[in-house]
């Protein structure tokens, strides 16, 4: 997570009138923690308008929003047959879906980095993440810290960065050198995916400093969702597998694990 001051999350887009159902007031750094629902889908707020998050009640366990199914893109570079195997972090927990995902769809060792305590609570009680076993570990820290260190240090197969504050405006953690913390994360095939989405913040302006961290030729990015948000997947090894192979993949993915991976190779391509 970002420092004391900066809670790190995911963001969407707003929802005009969230009809704030729940309130769970946070130390006074940290904005408050509550969501709406609208028909069957919760959201998950910071105290304003802003969507941290997302749930659909019926599905639980499946990834609503499109771009953080985006955020799994890192599975055209894999072997299915070895994604139960690795590990899968998350860099902001925001409404878990990714976390859940990871761990009851897939299978995978997962470790979420959470600074605010409320939103960890927030996930547990309205968001059905389940308790931590032997393959869940969700943590209270700051990112940064977390990149810096060297504990998972070549150890994380799939980085999700998603750091936003209660406002959405720009990455709160987005310096080339917080990259390259990133990338020493990762295991020699290991990717991150990262959502660069705000009011105020550069797009290219991000891209260059992922660039710099992991290499010009390692780095791929979606087109722009409908509500502005761009996943960029950032490789430690850079590869570039013929289109007739990711199709193959995609097609593997969307099959297993119901993701539309497929549709992703229209708009997903190497960084030129």
Known sequence: MPGACCPGWGAC????????????????????????????????????????????????????????????????????????KRHAMQLGLGAAALTKFCRKKLRMATTAIELNPQVVAACRLWFKLPPDDAKLSVILGDAAEVAASDHWRGQVDALQVDLYDHEAAAPVLDSEDFYADCRTLLTEDGCMTVNLFGRSSSYERSLDKIRGAFGDDAVWAFKPTREGNTVVLAQRTPLRPKR??????????????????????????PVE
Request: without cysteine.
């Open 244 to 269: 007739a192979e990711l199709m193959a993949r995609a097609e593997v993915i969307q099959s297993r694990w119901d993701l539309p991976a497929t549709k992703w190779l229209r708009v997903f391509k």
């Open 13 to 84: 887009w707003p929802r005009h009138n969230p009809g704030i159902l729940k309130k769970r007031t946070t130390p006074d750094a940290l904005p408050e923690v509550n969501f709406s629902d609208h028909g069957d889908v919760r959201y998950l707020h910071l105290g304003t308008e802003w969507v941290q998050g997302s749930m659909r009640m019926d599905a639980p366990f499946d990834i609503d929003l499109e771009y953080v199914q985006r955020m799994m893109a890192w599975l055209l570079f894999v072997d299915p047959a070895s994604v139960g």
